[in-house]
């Protein structure tokens, strides 16, 4: 960037928005600026949702300042859900699945590495570089695995405001040192409701607020059962640090490798109408094409089988 001339930043939800309007206006002359010609750089560090919560929240969009997370907030945190012995179920599971699904495939594996952290998906696949569900192909099955369904209905025994049977479902595995960057999950791929079943070893989990940039840092156990809603699911961010240990009351933890399943609801509308517009991907256009795309599929569909 050139000392003395003026720089004005735009925010994009995402980079496919960016390149949608510098190739419509970079190098061109621009009719609103008396035909001046415009020069448009993308950059992806700006962090977007603090630059766009700010000016919402200068319009009252999002009102609160909260620095806690709790039932009241959307954030349900059972420790204990599964007993040790559950947790051997689970792995030993997952392993037997492995197995099966290798030898169905000549040896094709649905694991995925996805930065330095392994993912595998059930019921629908999802595509971390378009930010949204992924293609069928990327998932192990079209259905969670029956095994997690007593787990599910504990859920729904344990917390009321759980209404929804999940019908996606990820597994992960957290070499040592691995992590997760600060996202909230994709409000118009899922439901309102996210799980998180950690497995084997604890993590420290961090939400940001948005607009106040709170971070409230929320210690995951081994067995323990997070259920994330409204608040809490929507209007805040969630991260594991990558980093070997995790400072907790004072005493540093050192990591082990960590696995997790996660499990959600699919938003087959691909709509969202959140109060929290700047974590929601409702109005970009990459969803707007998704939305398109699913009805003609839709109208496809009809028209075929009528
Ligand atoms: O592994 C976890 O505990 C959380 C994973 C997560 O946030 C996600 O997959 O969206
Ligand atoms: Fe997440």
Redesign the pocket.
Known sequence: MLHGKPYSFAAYRGSDDADVVKEALSGKPCPELSGRVLFLESISHVDFAYICDRHCAAQGVVGRDVAKLDEETGFFYIPDFISKEEQQEIMENIRVDEERERLGRNGDSKWFRVQVRYVKHYGHSFDYHRKHIGTPDLAASTEIPQWMDKFVKRAFELVPTVTKYPDQM?I?QYPVGSG?PF?T?SHTSFGDTVF?L?LLTPVA?DFRHPTTRTIVTKD?EPCSFVVMQGETRYGWE?A?RIRRSDLINGEVRERQERW?I?MRTFNEAAECHCRYPALCDNDTEAVKKIREDRLAARRALKSATS
């Open positions: 990820t992960q997760i996202h999950d998180i950690s989990m995951l969630h594991i997790s996660t």
